[in-house]
Structure formats: structure tokens, C-alpha cells
């Protein structure tokens, strides 16, 4: 059973920085795309971010030019940097991995970790 266990995050003012984690218990390797979900109170979840096997990494725009994902294999782990937040921002981030068999596609995801950003 895969699982993936993201920390990092936490209360910040606007205008700070925090930097999640989401570490799996399996090679991530075998997924095809990891990312970060978020999800805030009333608001449907969205994709915030996303990394391929290559470490090519794509952006929602309201966090373009301010979070950063990242993937380290040693680890088996991939992070968000996120900067300059917003109390936009402020919701529960997801981590979430995607692994395409074929005919197959099998989706996993975090417990999410709460970003609370203050004005």
C-alpha cells in the first residue's frame, strides 16, 4: 500500500515562506507525475502544482513566479517551496501521485497539511 506523508506545513505571515514535504513510502520512481492539491474551506480542490519522471514541473498561475516544486529520488520524497504567500493561499494542501498502468491509472494521496496564511 503506497502512502505518502506530507509535513511542513503551518502558520505564517503574508509576505513569508514555508516549504512542504511529502515523502512516500515507495520508489517514486514508478509514478508518473507527482503534485500538490489544495483545497481551501468551501472552494473545490486544485492542482497547485505538478512534477514529471524528468522533473519537469507545471504551475496553477496564481502561484507562478512564487512556489516551486521539486523532487529528490534519494528520498523518494518531493517538495513545494512556496514564497511571498498570500491569505490566499491559506487552505490544506494535498500531495498526490499518479501511477499509469496499462489499462490501468492508480491515484494516491496525502492526509493534506493545513497552510494557514495571516494578513
Known amino acids: 500500500q503506497v502512502q505518502l506523508v506530507e509535513s511542513g506545513g503551518g502558520l505564517v505571515q503574508a509576505g513569508g515562506s514555508l516549504r512542504l514535504s511529502c515523502a512516500a513510502s515507495t520508489s517514486i520512481f514508478r509514478f508518473n507525475d507527482m503534485g500538490w492539491y489544495r483545497q481551501a474551506p468551501g472552494k473545490q480542490r486544485e492542482l497547485v502544482a505538478a512534477?514529471?519522471?524528468?522533473?519537469?514541473?507545471n504551475y496553477a498561475d496564481p502561484v507562478k513566479g512564487r512556489f516551486t516544486i521539486s523532487r529528490d529520488n534519494a528520498k523518494n520524497t518531493v517538495y513545494l517551496q512556496m514564497t511571498d504567500l498570500k491569505s490566499e493561499d491559506t487552505a490544506i494542501y494535498y500531495c498526490?501521485?499518479?501511477?499509469?498502468?496499462?489499462?490501468?491509472?492508480?491515484?494516491?494521496w496525502g492526509q493534506g497539511t493545513q497552510v494557514t496564511v495571516s494578513s
Open positions: 512534477i514529471n519522471a524528468s522533473g519537469r514541473g
Open positions: 498526490h501521485a499518479v501511477d499509469l498502468q496499462p489499462g490501468n491509472r492508480y491515484d494516491y
